[in-house]
């Protein structure tokens, strides 16, 4: 049985992650139109909902924030991270062990593969060692399975993310976090190729609600499991009003037009 069967960070299968790693990943700038998110704990407060399964921060934030709301929020620590200062290839440190993170009270870890990178060898050996050190906690592992590097670049190309589900599935992940490839076909192949492992789909920068709604239901019809969203909720004005529709459209199957109305 894989740890995530009976973890918290699923609800009925599914899943809706909150991320807010972005302060390491892009920097301040994904704060500028809403200062007030800089301070993690507004960000904490919106993983309260109900439709959030467990929020994904790195062991700084983990560590100042989490003890104040452990009774309501599930933790995902994020194990490796960069800086967007970083002009090298692709490549992540791991700056948290699974040791560290068990002891502030994860629910789950998570760890960046940039499957394509020069990096890529060196970063597949580090997920083999904290998904291992992971399974002996039962700590479920969430993979950012994004290609990249290279020729690749940021690539969402439907073989692409097909590719990395399945990196993901062979490796160990128990979720993978993938971007969305550009149609509910691909992104039905996408979840084929991952076997048993759920998957989910990365937010991405802010859009219109019913654009966003309308890809996470076509994930949702793809048979997929969720998502894993940062700057579409937080960046929000009011994130509670778009989690009462994504709580409709990821856990009881409604369009977005419909969980919209409501
Ligand atoms: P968003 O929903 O805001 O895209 O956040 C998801 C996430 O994976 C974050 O965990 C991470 O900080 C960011 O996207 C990385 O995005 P990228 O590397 O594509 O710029």
Redesign the pocket.
């Given at each position: 049985m894989r740890p995530i069967d009976d973890s918290p960070i699923v609800r009925d299968g599914n899943a809706c992650i909150l991320?807010m790693?972005?302060g390491l990943?892009?920097g301040p700038v994904d704060f500028e139109e809403v200062p007030e998110k800089l301070d993690p704990a507004t960000v904490f407060e919106t993983a309260t909902h109900d439709a959030v399964t467990c929020i994904?921060v790195q062991k700084g934030i983990a560590e100042g924030y989490y003890p104040s709301y452990e009774d309501d929020v599930n933790l995902l620590v994020k194990l490796n991270g960069t800086s967007n200062l970083w002009m090298g290839e692709p490549d992540s440190s791991l700056n948290c062990s699974v040791e560290y993170a068990a002891e502030i009270g994860a629910d789950a870890v998570g760890f960046t593969l940039y499957g394509g990178s020069n990096n890529e060898v060196e970063m597949a050996e580090e997920f083999r060692e904290i998904h291992e050190a992971a399974r002996e906690y039962d700590l479920p592992v969430v993979m950012?399975s994004?290609p990249r590097g290279q020729g690749l670049k940021?690539d969402t190309k439907p073989g692409t993310i097909s590719y990395a589900t399945r990196l993901a599935l062979e490796l160990g992940a128990d979720i993978a976090?993938v971007k969305y490839p550009g149609s509910a076909d691909a992104m039905e192949h996408a979840v084929q190729c991952a076997g048993d492992m759920k998957v989910v789909m990365?937010?991405?920068?802010k859009t219109d609600d019913l654009d966003f709604l309308s890809t996470v239901e076509a994930v949702i019809a793809a048979g997929g499991n969720g998502l894993?969203?940062?700057?579409?909720v937080w960046q929000r004005e009011n994130p509670e009003r778009l989690l009462d529709a994504l709580e409709k459209v990821i856990y009881e199957e409604e369009t977005a037009d419909a969980a919209l109305e409501a």
């Open positions: 991320a790693d972005h990943e892009h994904a950012w994004y940021n976090k990365s937010g991405g920068s894993a969203v940062g700057r579409n």
